[in-house]
């Protein structure tokens, strides 16, 4: 029952999360440590990247058919964040320790969540340094609790007026694109222990469907703030959830 409620979940998740150009990570997350599941890190963890690259590899094809990514702009942000998402998911960290800092990351992200994006305008960011420093800090919470960092990303870049909504879509995709590879690799350097195939392809093939079918529908179909912080309250929720039992 535990494994029918979470493929149901994942599939709507994706859907939801794909139409706004990201990957899903947090709430693949935030259901996962919920204690109803008794499912450890190590089992937690690679599932949420995994169903990631899945999710975003659709969103990330689309928007480079549309144009909408260029390297010459994104390559800033991805030098400094797979290396340190590589660093954050080789890191182990006791089970504990993990869902108290995936409960405060949660927490923070549904305060980005919730944030409003503002109008269209062209990008402030012109020098290089602070796109790594910021592509390398969420690249490195990215692998510690195994989340593809766009939720922290596209508010940033909305908030100092880095481009068009629709290229900080594109480029937060290819964002938890290049991290959840990242983390990956990293945790499979570290020593995968409890990674049951069993359990993960069905969720896998749950978000395929439903990220497929949330890209395509795109977010002209959907009010973004109202899906945007809807999901914010419900992560809100989970996140202090896993404190109540962790802290």
């Not at 481009?163 to 694109?177: D, M, T, Y």
Request: contains cysteine.
């Amino acid at each position: 029952m535990e494994v029918y409620i979470l493929i149901i979940s994942f599939f709507f998740v994706a859907l939801v999360y794909s139409s706004v150009g990201f990957g899903g990570g947090s709430s693949y997350l935030a259901l996962m440590a919920q204690p109803f599941f008794g499912l450890l890190p190590e089992t937690i963890r690679p599932t949420a990247l995994l169903c990631n690259i899945i999710v975003v590899t659709g969103g990330t094809i689309i928007y480079y058919r549309e144009g909408k990514i260029s390297l010459k702009e994104i390559w800033p942000f991805l030098i400094a964040s797979v290396p340190m998402a590589f660093v954050g998911g080789y890191w182990k960290l006791k089970d504990d320790t993990f869902f108290v800092l995936l409960g405060f990351t949660l927490l923070l992200a549904s305060v980005f969540l919730w944030l409003k994006p503002k109008a269209e305008a062209e990008g402030n960011l012109k020098s290089i340094s602070g796109p790594m420093l910021l592509g390398g800090g969420i690249g490195f919470l990215s692998g510690l609790v195994s989340i593809g960092g766009g939720i922290f990303l596209a508010p940033v870049l909305h908030l100092l007026n880095w481009f068009e909504a629709k290229r900080i879509a594109a480029l937060a995709s290819v964002f938890i694109l290049v991290n959840s590879i990242g983390g990956l690799i990293g945790q499979f350097a570290a020593g995968l222990q409890n990674f049951k195939w069993e359990f993960i392809l069905p969720l896998l093939v749950a978000v395929l469907i439903g990220g497929q079918i949330g890209s395509r529908l795109s977010a002209k179909k959907f009010n973004t703030i109202y899906i945007r912080r809807i999901t914010a309250l419900l992560i809100l929720v989970a996140a202090l959830n896993i404190l109540k039992d962790h802290l």
